[in-house]
């Protein structure tokens, strides 16, 4: 069975910085674009960072500068390093993997896993 855990959430002051990781683990066949969002309360889920399994990367303005986003597909791990934190960046962060379960290899399609969600508070 494939899961995404991911760990690195916290308390931090503003200016601060944290890293998230997410490991995706099970019967995988390949995994293609991973990612991470966020959700704040009362807010819909927004696109943080992706980045494909040939390293392509893609921001929203309101990180780009501040948050690096890369991975190690040996270990089947997607990082998110955020720097120069903001109150406005308080949210669940959570990993996301587009990847084809060994399971299905041969006659399935590529599917999204999500990790639980990760809880990240900017404040002072």
């Known amino acids: 069975q494939v899961q995404l855990v991911e760990s690195g959430g916290g308390l931090v002051q503003p200016g601060g910085s944290l890293r998230l990781s997410c490991a995706a683990s099970?019967?995988?066949?390949?995994?293609?674009?991973m990612g991470w969002y966020r959700q704040a309360p009362g807010l819909q889920r927004e696109l943080v960072a992706t980045?494909?399994?040939?390293?392509?990367?893609n921001y929203p303005d309101s990180v780009k500068g501040r948050f690096t986003i890369s991975r190690d597909n040996a270990k089947n791990t997607v990082y998110l390093q955020m720097n120069s934190l903001k109150p406005e960046d308080t949210a669940v962060y959570y990993c996301?993997?587009?990847?084809?379960?060994?399971?299905?290899?041969?006659?399935?399609?590529?599917?999204?896993?999500w990790g639980q969600g990760t809880q990240v508070t900017v404040s002072s």
């Open positions: 996301n993997a587009h990847l084809l379960p060994m399971a299905q290899l041969g006659w399935g399609s590529f599917q999204d896993y």
């Open positions: 099970g019967s995988i066949f390949t995994i293609g674009l």
């Open positions: 980045i494909s399994s040939g390293g392509t990367i």
